[in-house]
């Protein structure tokens, strides 16, 4: 079953303890991304992938870290959380090559972080 | 840069009313629209999109035209159902070579019997 995998989905943990939440895709997409959803601001996107070894920043990269080693794999790390990163995070991925004009993302199931 | 305006929610409606979410967007050049369905404990998972100016995006009695000269990309179905309760995101995809997709704050629809 094509899908986006992410770990853990639930986690609680305190100010400045190293994290990394997982997430793989089995679709071979090149495009990879991270969101975090609050209460009325909708998903805001933390930081992106187009292929292996390339990443950039999105709308709200500070305090996060993401690689791309590996096609299928695109971990966020926290280095040092703090309680205004307790949110939904969610992984994305897409085949859709860019300019394509129709990029469909295929999202994870969520990991609901909280920093206490 | 780009943004997507939505109604804000909760909307509450019986079962078998009519549905319209509104949304408008901005964007330079001509970005793909989308509305994307949030089920309850669940990811996002895409609803229907559309790529150009007047092409109707449908999918599971839901329909959204996307109008150019009004930016908008207005959600509606006929007949809700208590199962199609969730939380609604309408969003842009640019079209140049960078693929961000710009996601509006959603709008949580509740549906009774």
């Known amino acids: 079953e094509a899908q986006v995998t992410q770990n853990p989905r639930y986690l609680i943990t305190v100010t400045g303890k190293k994290l990394t939440v997982t997430c793989s895709q089995n679709m071979n997409h090149e495009y990879m991304s991270w969101y975090r959803q609050d209460p009325g601001l909708g998903l805001r996107q933390i930081y992106y992938s187009m292929n292996v070894e390339v990443t950039d920043k999105g709308d709200v990269p500070e305090g996060y870290k993401v690689s791309r080693k590996e096609k299928r794999n695109f971990p966020l790390i926290l280095e040092s959380p703090s309680p205004n990163q307790t949110s939904l995070y969610f992984c994305?991925?897409?085949?859709?090559?860019?300019?394509?004009?129709?990029?469909?993302?295929?999202f994870g199931a969520g990991s609901r972080l909280t920093v206490l | 840069g780009d943004s997507v305006t939505q109604m804000e929610g909760p909307v509450t409606l019986s079962e078998e009313a009519f549905l319209t979410i509104n949304c408008t967007y901005t964007?330079?050049?001509?970005?793909?629209l989308f509305w994307y369905v949030q089920y309850p404990g669940e990811g996002l998972q895409l609803l229907l999109k559309a790529t150009k100016a007047d092409d109707k995006g449908s999918n599971k009695g839901f329909e959204a035209t996307y109008r150019k000269e009004t930016t908008s990309f207005h959600l509606e179905k006929g007949s809700v159902q208590v199962s199609d309760s969730a939380v609604y995101f309408c969003a842009l995809s640019d079209s140049g070579g960078y693929q961000k997709v710009t996601f509006g704050t959603g709008t949580k629809l509740q549906v009774i019997p």
């Open positions: 964007a330079t050049g001509y970005p793909s």
């Open positions: 994305a991925s897409s085949w859709d090559r860019a300019g394509s004009g129709a990029n469909v993302l295929t």
